[in-house]
């Protein structure tokens, strides 16, 4: 029986995660990452909680656009997986980069909340 009410919870999630990103919010970004976060890029880049909100946050990167192309989402218990393709301009040191990548993403419930403690990135 597919969990419908847990796979609605992680698409709010995951819509939350959109808008910290894109807003470089460090409070809500901070509150859907689990401190053992495990964050990857796809440029192979590996991140801890601290390192990725940090650079999420510092103001270097400005977002214009983020948008999660063909979301799914599905719940195995007290986990959960998003997969999707991220699609976004953003203004880095001056310069406009177009970014198109897909991401995997491995959810936990903690305290009743739905927090992210894997996200990788890769090519497409």
Known sequence: MEDIVG???IAQALEAYRKGLLTANKAQLEALCMDQVSY???SGL???KAEFIADAT???TTWKSINFENPTNRVIGD???SRYIFVGENEREGKTN???FGVVMVWHQQGGHWKLLVRQGYKV
Do not use: C, D, R, Y
């Open 58 to 60: 510092s103001g270097k």
């Open 7 to 9: 796979e609605a919870a």
């Open 46 to 48: 590996l991140q801890t």
């Open 79 to 81: 986990s959960a997986i």
């Open 40 to 42: 990857g890029h796809s």
């Open 98 to 100: 177009a970014l198109k």
